[in-house]
């Protein structure tokens, strides 16, 4: 599932003249300056896109997490707006991070709801309608696929090897970083919806949960892209069209320790 990015116009950092987003090139047209693509002063990697420092106020590297209010020989971007000022601040209490349950506890909610919607299937206006009803039966089906990871997962045969093989990663992808909602269940009568809402609901956290585990028992993490912001990089994304910056993200990455076990698909 494609994830879209408007084509907007940034500025360029030392000339302060409009750039394009989507353009073939890594430097401004203007000056002729290195914007897109420029190496980290910490890591040395090519991950800074230096018009979010007008834009936001720093840099961000999302290979070391380093960050930066400065341009990297050292000199402060080019003034493109009066600066806004600040909102008051309001003595209020910051909330409280909600809740979450456990892959065990999320599981079981999950298999609750499940058995609720597999009886919500059973229902006359759903059987007399195959293709609805096919609706339903794929939501299940994916579910129970999650689960028999999930027990793979319980009895500690998912690790750092396993992760390796292309088919188990797509798995993991498939279960636990890929939203399990089917867009078709709008369709649906309100009953059933119902049913199958809770069941999203509940897999969503055991979704979470899990991604907490592979990330702490394996080291696996999404690779992190954000369209319009994050630059390309030819030793983590593969170009479906090209460009300096990520507009959409076709298909995602991971990391496992940092190393790049699957490039993300990319347009530019």
Not at 16 to 27: E, H, I, L, N, Y
Request: aromatic share 6%.
């Amino acid at each position: 599932m494609a994830t879209h990015a408007s084509s907007t116009t940034n500025a360029c950092p030392y000339c302060a003249r409009p750039v394009p987003t989507v353009q073939g090139r890594s430097d401004c047209p203007h000056c002729g300056r290195l914007i897109f693509s420029v190496p980290c002063p910490s890591c040395k990697r090519p991950t800074l896109n230096l018009t979010q420092l007008a834009r936001y106020g720093h840099l961000t590297c999302f290979m070391c997490r380093t960050v930066f209010d400065r341009l990297p020989g050292g000199e402060a971007a080019a003034l493109l707006t009066p600066a806004i000022p600040a909102a008051p601040r309001h003595a209020t209490r910051a909330a409280k991070t909600p809740g979450m349950p456990s892959a065990q506890e999320a599981r079981a909610a999950l298999e609750s709801n499940m058995t609720g919607l597999e009886r919500a299937a059973q229902d006359r206006e759903l059987l007399l309608a195959p293709d609805l009803r096919a609706i339903v039966t794929r939501f299940l089906d994916n579910l129970h696929d999650a689960l028999t990871l999930d027990d793979l997962m319980t009895g500690q045969k998912v690790h750092e090897a396993w992760l390796r093989d292309p088919e188990h990663l797509l798995r993991v992808e498939r279960a636990c970083f890929t939203p399990l909602w089917p867009q078709e269940g709008a369709l649906l009568p309100a009953a059933t919806q119902a049913w199958v809402l809770a069941v999203d609901d509940a897999a969503r956290r055991w979704q979470y949960a899990r991604r907490h585990w592979v990330e702490e028992r394996c080291g696996l993490v999404m690779m992190p892209v954000v369209p319009g912001v994050t630059t390309t990089n030819g030793a983590w994304h593969v170009m479906l069209t090209p460009g300096s910056v990520v507009t959409a993200v076709a298909s995602p990455g991971f990391l496992l320790h940092g190393e790049v076990l699957r490039k993300a698909q990319v347009q530019g």
